[in-house]
């Protein structure tokens, strides 16, 4: 089992900055990759960024450039540096984790991020 808990999300106007935390524990050396998904009111939830325990690391298009996923291995903790935030940001952002060969996902109960005009 691994347990995950998102922590800084917030209010913020356009432009501004937040970080996303997400710490882990339990089994997770049984974890292949990483992930932040975000789901706005009314729509589904999409993938925005993604980070392989080689460190392979994906984007979702529209955030290219402005977020930065990372890891620091000693806390066990991911990382979504968001910068430049956009109203369509708006959601809230749930973390995953996916468990090496059988790719089974674990996911925190959310944070949410309002980014104001």
């Known amino acids: 089992q691994v347990q995950l808990v998102e922590s800084g999300g917030g209010l913020v106007q356009a432009g501004g900055s937040l970080r996303l935390s997400c710490a882990a524990s339990?089994?997770?050396?049984?974890?292949?990759?990483w992930g932040w998904y975000r789901q706005a009111p009314g729509k589904q939830r999409e993938f925005v960024a993604t980070?392989?325990?080689?460190?392979?690391?994906n984007y979702k298009d529209s955030v290219k450039g402005r977020f930065t996923i990372s890891r620091d291995n000693t806390k066990n903790t991911v990382y979504l540096q968001m910068n430049s935030l956009k109203p369509e940001d708006t959601a809230v952002y749930y973390c995953?984790?996916?468990?090496?060969?059988?790719?089974?996902?674990?996911w925190g109960q959310g944070t949410q991020v309002t980014v104001s005009s």
């Open positions: 339990g089994s997770i050396s049984s974890i292949t990759a």
């Open positions: 980070i392989t325990s080689i460190g392979s690391i």
């Open positions: 995953n984790a996916r468990r090496r060969y059988s790719g089974y996902e674990y």
